[in-house]
């Protein structure tokens, strides 16, 4: 048993091996995809809990991605909690953006502590399993 499914997006091969040894190592389930598109086709058919996403990825930005997650005409998706990370847009409207525009749930800049990921990532877990205890009781 898992204590959570974790969808990583980064184009990144070290980035990738580095934040899947350290979600594995605390127990979650992880998925990777490595470019907009797949990041999508991925939340739609495997539903994870979270998403860490990063901002500058291919064919579809990560703000876009987090975007069309959170606006699902569907519903199927918009739950998902989404943390977008990034180590090119470190500007205050770049936080902005990620956190209003594109309605992530949070915003973390490259680098990081390994400890703040995985806080944040619990913080979510914690933030979805309440809101989905709400609506569906």
Do not use: W
């Amino acid at each position: 048993m898992t204590d959570g499914k974790i969808l990583i997006v980064d184009d990144e091969e070290i980035v990738v091996d580095a934040l899947e040894g350290l979600l594995v190592g605390e127990g979650y389930d992880v998925l990777v995809a490595s470019e907009g598109k797949e990041a999508l086709d991925k939340a739609y058919s495997e539903k994870p809990d979270v998403i860490v996403l990063d901002a500058q990825i291919p064919k579809m930005d990560g703000f876009k991605v987090c975007q069309t997650i959170k606006e699902d005409p569907k519903r199927e998706i918009n739950s998902i909690m989404v943390i977008i990370i990034t180590g090119a847009f470190t500007d205050p409207k770049s936080h902005a953006r990620a956190l209003i525009q594109s309605k992530a749930d949070d915003f973390i800049l490259k680098p990081f502590k390994s400890e703040v990921l995985i806080h944040r990532v619990k913080v979510l877990l914690h933030k979805r399993n309440l809101i989905m205890n709400e609506t569906n009781p």
